[in-house]
């Protein structure tokens, strides 16, 4: 039996609706059930000073590795929900690619047994397109999907093979499920470090052409106009990808686009040292490239923010930059890096930013909308805009700590995720003068 609580006075932002007033929220049990101004408190309430808050609908992130099943020292379904119940998630789409791989029947049930006993929040499985990752035999599509696969993707290892590639999105398309995109042409990318230009010439380091990125969202682009199929690019990077959905979109196609928090506020030209936890995939690009990105998500052209939450082991990052793992954490710095460059810049309102997170997100997997309605499900994140407040790996949730954000100072803080009704995060300090116990 969970508390009731009453959320007063707080801003709702609520993008499904287009609501954004300061009102009262009352949780009673899984369910919002009741909306207004002054609500009474009742006896065994818990009552919750929102003023100067955000609530919003509980965040999803389309794009996250949570590595359980055979890399539990990386990150594991509790850890990872954890992270993301931090960051104000209360639904995750975990990739495939683990060990073993998400590519039959008896794993894909071994998965769904853990997330039901470990995960904090929602977590939806995604499975592989082709077995093993290997890009030639597809996987049974159909039985995963009625297993409870979300979508399909080689994400890290991206399909080269074209006819692999439409019969593949035939398949989803009678599973009436999405792929989700990792484009990257791995004979143009091969070997290569970071960004190509002037920063990889002057560390000696060998570079990430865009044509690696560009000519695999062009080709498969192509694949989608024959099939009319859904599918979707994730962590876009480059100016030239953006537009290459935008006129894709144009054409009427059924694709659909993500950035990530660390491609909207970093560019090649930040990277410090040979720190590897600046190492990822896509690379980090131009300001050019950046600003390209922050205008797709202004004018629709990319549909949500994804974090590709990417853990590893300290061993994994701590070898020469050349061989290091690739990818960094974001499930709890996704929020306050992309408030302070998107809203904060003046790019995007309150209400158009967290719709990347929440309503303009759950359509690109047909996910049910997030909503702040009477009797929508009480998933809710508790934002305090203002909030100034240093990151610090060490006091994270995650098991990884291969972030480049370590340290930073930062305005804007998820302080409490509930998740159906059940306070699943809590900033004890930020809440301390805020929290009225129940009488």
């Not at 590795?65 to 990150?75: I, M, S, Y």
């Not at 865009?210 to 994730?234: D, K």
Request: net charge negative; proline share 5%.
């Amino acid at each position: 039996m969970t508390t009731p609580y009453v959320l007063q006075g707080g801003l709702v932002l609520d993008p499904a609706s287009k609501q954004e007033s300061v009102m009262d929220l009352r949780l009673d049990g899984d369910r919002i059930v009741a909306l207004g101004g002054n609500l009474e408190v009742k006896p065994g309430d818990t009552a919750i000073d929102a003023r100067g808050l955000w609530i919003c609908p509980g965040f999803i992130d389309l794009h996250c590795h949570l590595r359980d099943l055979g890399q539990k020292d990386k990150e594991d379904i509790e850890t990872g929900t954890r992270a993301a119940a931090a960051g104000g998630y209360t639904t995750v789409v975990a990739m495939a690619n683990t060990e073993p791989p998400v590519d039959n029947a008896a794993t894909l049930s071994v998965l769904l047994n853990r997330i039901a006993d470990r995960a904090h929040i929602e977590v939806l499985p995604v499975a592989c397109v082709t077995k093993g990752m290997e890009g030639a035999e597809l996987t049974n599509m159909v039985e995963l999907a009625e297993m409870g696969a979300v979508a399909f993707s080689d994400d890290g290892l991206p399909i080269s093979n074209m006819a692999v590639l439409r019969r593949a999105l035939e398949y989803a398309r009678l599973s009436e499920r999405v792929i989700i995109s990792h484009a990257e042409d791995r004979d143009l990318c091969q070997g290569g470090i970071i960004h190509e230009g002037a920063r990889a010439t002057a560390m000696g380091l060998s570079g990430i052409p865009i044509a690696g990125e560009t000519v695999a969202i062009a080709r498969e682009i192509e694949i989608v106009r024959s099939t009319n199929s859904p599918y979707h690019f994730t962590h876009l990077s480059c100016a030239q990808s953006v537009e290459l959905v935008r006129r894709a979109k144009a054409d009427g196609l059924p694709v659909t686009a993500d950035a990530t928090p660390h491609h909207l506020t970093l560019t090649v030209d930040q990277i410090q040292g040979w720190d590897a936890n600046y190492k990822m995939k896509p690379p980090l690009r131009t300001q050019i490239d950046q600003e390209a990105l922050i205008a797709g998500l202004k004018d629709g052209t990319l549909d949500a923010i994804a974090t590709d939450h990417a853990p590893h082991t300290r061993q994994d990052k701590c070898r020469p930059l050349e061989e290091a793992s690739v990818g960094v954490i974001g499930l709890e710095t996704a929020l306050a890096l992309t408030l302070e460059r998107l809203v904060g810049a003046g790019h995007l309102r309150p209400l158009e930013f967290i719709a990347l997170f929440t309503s303009k997100a759950a359509p690109v997997l047909d996910l049910p909308q997030p909503s702040l309605q009477i009797d929508s499900t009480a998933n809710i994140a508790i934002v305090d805009p203002a909030l100034r407040w240093t990151y610090s790996t060490s006091t994270g949730q995650s098991r990884s700590h291969n972030s480049p954000f370590h340290g930073r100072l930062l305005t804007g803080k998820n302080i409490l995720t509930f998740y159906q009704g059940r306070p699943v995060f809590t900033d004890k300090q930020a809440l301390q003068n805020r929290l009225k116990e129940p009488v």
